[in-house]
């Protein structure tokens, strides 16, 4: 007997994301989470890098974290400076095998500074070379069988990235009790 099709409409799919999103945010460690706002709290300057739809949340958290006060810089940029002692890698990858993660979190341990790693793997090279891991619940990119999500290619993983990483910069927000109005003035006014 053929199992029925799922329901391909867009309310359909909100549903299956909204649960999927749920069910990965009631799975994290509020320990690693709570790391996490330290360790951006006590940086010198953060730095993020991740490739594909990962790095694209991490550039999105870096705007935040740029109106809140904090030096940011995206990895690959070209005004990129060089990081240090003091400074933060923030890193993101699904797998946390990612090649050019991997190897930016390598380079970032070596002179000094510390690493903060988001993925789904806690075991993964990334992971251990990271001085802080927050382990999101979610497929990776790879997983085609659909038992950690139903979604295409890692997708459940970089939504939640998205949220935990706004949930941490809210987190700072309350917790630095800056008004809105005062953070506004740093908003991008050239677009």
């Not at 360790?39 to 991490?58: H, M, P, W």
């Not at 400074?87 to 699904?94: P, R, Y």
């Not at 993660?101 to 790693?117: E, I, N, Y």
């Not at 988001?118 to 619940?137: E, R, Y």
């Amino acid at each position: 007997m053929t199992e029925a099709p799922e329901d391909p409409s867009v309310p359909a799919s909100l549903h299956l994301l909204h649960q999927e999103l749920v069910g990965a945010a009631e799975g994290l460690q509020d320990d690693q989470l709570a790391a996490l706002v330290t360790e951006l709290q006590q940086a010198g300057r953060v730095f993020v890098t991740g490739g594909g739809r990962s790095g694209l949340a991490l550039r999105m958290h870096a705007m935040r974290l740029m109106h809140l006060g904090l030096t940011v810089h995206v990895v690959g940029e070209t005004t990129t400076p060089a990081i240090g002692d003091g400074d933060l890698l923030l890193v993101a990858s699904g797998s946390g095998t990612t090649t050019g993660a991997v190897a930016a979190a390598g380079t970032a341990a070596d002179v000094g500074a510390r690493v903060a790693a988001l993925t789904t793997d806690g075991t993964s090279k990334l992971a251990n070379l990271a001085d802080c891991v927050v382990v999101i619940p979610a497929a990776q990119k790879t997983d085609h069988r659909g038992t950690a999500s139903r979604q295409y290619s890692g997708s459940l993983f970089e939504q939640s990235l998205l949220l935990v990483l706004d949930a941490v910069f809210h987190t700072l927000w309350q917790t630095d009790g800056t008004p809105a109005e005062d953070l506004w003035p740093r908003h991008a006014n050239l677009e």
